[in-house]
């Protein structure tokens, strides 16, 4: 059995940075900071971020440098070549749910993000009855 699974809390260092895939596909990058503590010294590690469809466009639209946010994915490696033919390594984490931790004042018209998470976004069919919730009877 393999498990790859990564719960993160930190702040986001810059704006996130939109790009598109060959295919056309939404990516967005950022940068994570994780407080780290030890002894009397509070360092930080720095984690790349790599949101795709939903999450890339959830966290292009709400998600700006210095927010507080959970982060959970997975961990993938990817190997490529520098200019001088060197072989490097990074790390990346592949969000699958980003949500942000701490209210900020929205922009009219805006839908609050707490309101919202990438993992758990609404859709046109989310399968809820209509009506206007004046009914007595419990549901179950």
Do not use: H
Not at 39 to 62: H, L, M, P, T, W
Not at 108 to 120: F, H, Y
């Amino acid at each position: 059995m393999n498990y790859n699974r990564v719960i993160l809390v930190g702040r986001i260092t810059q704006d996130p940075e939109m790009k598109a895939t060959t295919g056309g596909a939404e990516v967005v990058n950022f940068s994570l900071a994780v407080n780290r503590y030890s002894k009397d010294q509070q360092q930080a590690d720095f984690f790349r971020i790599v949101c795709f469809g939903k999450n890339a466009e959830f966290v292009k639209s709400y998600v700006k440098k210095g927010r507080l946010l959970l982060v959970e994915g997975s961990l993938r490696n990817n190997s490529w070549q520098d200019r001088d033919g060197n072989k490097r390594i990074t790390t990346e984490i592949i969000a699958n749910r980003v949500q942000p931790l701490e209210k900020r004042t929205e922009e009219p018209g805006e839908v609050p993000p707490e309101d919202l998470q990438s993992g758990n976004l609404p859709s046109e069919d989310d399968g809820l009855a209509s009506g206007n919730g004046d009914s007595d009877e419990v549901p179950f």
